[in-house]
């Protein structure tokens, strides 16, 4: 079955840019999306087909993609960007996510 | 505004069926393109995608949870309902429904979520 890979946890320093990893087979040939959740929320989409992002998402946040690892990127982290984040793409006719990123602003 | 909210029992017991429903407002489930899924998350873990219905009564499933699911949509109540027999402990999970954007494989915005326990 097709997996997505991210790292368990990612640290940054407020004011600083935040880098989260989504890694998967041929991962370029699809299209990924990024989710926040806070503690006791919902997910939140925050990025659609790689590099796109909704109203009312932050301009710090902004996606990439190269080779098969897609790349959430938050500029100037804010205190109130500490979350969990989840990658997310389709894979035949399944859905998948990765295992989600804590993300802790120090 | 899209708006979604699961509802359905918070308590199940080992080997009993689940039912949820996902009451929503703000599209309809009629419109080309449209789908409605089913995402859980165990306490503490990642988010576990379960099935989705199309506009069309086209349906997906997890595959490892195929046989244990059934989607299905009542287009006039504006409802979709998830069902998973044979309920195990492993399975205590918030589920969430989500709205899936037309022709794009994401989901915006996502219900609040119900909290299940499966215990004796």
């Known amino acids: 079955s097709y997996e997505l890979t991210q790292p368990p946890s990612v640290s940054v320093s407020p004011g600083q840019t935040a880098s989260i990893t989504c890694s998967g087979d041929k991962l370029g040939n699809k299209y990924a999306c990024w989710y926040q959740q806070k503690p006791g929320q919902s997910p939140i989409l925050i990025i659609f087909?790689?590099?796109k992002r909704p109203s009312g998402i932050p301009e710090r946040f902004s996606g990439s993609i190269s080779g098969n690892t897609a790349t959430l990127t938050i500029s100037g982290t804010q205190a109130m960007d500490e979350a969990d984040y989840y990658c997310?793409?389709?894979?035949?006719?399944?859905?998948?996510f990765g295992g989600g990123t804590k993300l802790t602003v120090l | 505004q899209i708006t979604l909210k699961e509802s359905g029992p918070t308590l199940v017991k080992p080997t009993q069926t689940l039912t949820l429903t996902c009451t929503f407002s703000?599209?309809?489930?009629?419109?080309?393109?449209?789908?409605v899924g089913w995402i859980r998350q165990p306490p503490g873990k990642a988010l576990e995608w379960l099935a989705l219905?199309?506009?069309?009564?086209?349906?997906r499933y997890r595959p490892s949870l195929k046989n244990r699911l059934t989607i299905t949509k009542d287009t006039s109540k504006n409802q979709v309902v998830l069902t998973m027999t044979n309920m195990d402990p492993v399975d205590t999970a918030t589920y969430y429904c989500?709205?899936?954007?037309?022709?794009?494989?994401?989901?915006?915005?996502w219900g609040q979520g119900i909290l299940v326990t499966v215990s004796s």
């Open positions: 703000g599209f309809s489930l009629s419109t080309t393109g449209v789908g």
């Open positions: 219905i199309f506009w069309d009564d086209d349906k």
């Open positions: 989500a709205h899936r954007v037309p022709f794009m494989e994401t989901y915006d915005p």
């Open positions: 997310q793409t389709w894979d035949s006719t399944t859905v998948v």
């Open positions: 087909e790689d590099t």
